[in-house]
């Protein structure tokens, strides 16, 4: 079975809503989205090493965040006691699922998959850290 698996450090953004153009149902993507999103294509390219899948995948991905600055005070000396035990969970921002549509569009554009209906199973989950040395995604694509 073919698979690959890598790391980008740039820090995870979610799906922006697009910006309406005037013109009657019409919008384009927001300029920021479009500016992440080529970026993270771009180093995908660089991550890609000759790896390509047409038939379905598996894909697994963590994205890695700093602790919210909105944690304060007394709370956030128990969130990392509790953190540092490994046991630090929390419903907070980012949502996954706007984490992963711009990832998955990036995994096409960077020619990992032809299309993202290859993928057939996803498993995504968001850690927090303490002055993370890089804010990022770790992502694994195997063939199924």
């Known amino acids: 079975m073919n698979k690959i698996s890598f790391e980008i450090s ?21 300029p920021k989205q479009k500016a992440y999103e080529d970026e993270l294509t771009l180093i995908m390219k660089l991550k ?9 995948v598996e894909i697994t991905w963590v994205s890695l965040h700093d602790v919210p600055k909105s944690i304060n005070g007394k709370r956030l000396k128990k969130e990392e ?8 969970v929390s ?3 980012p949502d996954l699922d706007n984490l992963a549509k711009p990832l998955l569009d990036s995994i096409v554009r960077a020619g990992f998959i032809d299309d ?7 498993t995504a989950s968001k850690r ?11 992502v694994w694509i195997q063939e199924v």
């Not at 890609?48 to 379905?56: A, D």
């Not at 006691?81 to 630090?88: D, E, I, T, V, Y």
Request: aromatic share 10%; with cysteine.
């Open 10 to 30: 740039i820090k995870p953004v979610t799906k922006k809503n697009p910006v309406p153009t005037g013109r009657r149902g019409h919008s384009i993507k927001h």
């Open 48 to 56: 890609r090493n000759g790896f390509h899948s047409s038939g379905p």
């Open 81 to 88: 006691r509790a953190f540092l035990k490994g046991s630090w």
């Open 91 to 93: 419903c907070i921002d």
């Open 116 to 122: 993202d209906n290859q993928v057939v199973k996803m």
């Open 128 to 138: 927090f850290c303490l002055d993370c040395q890089s804010e990022g995604f770790y």
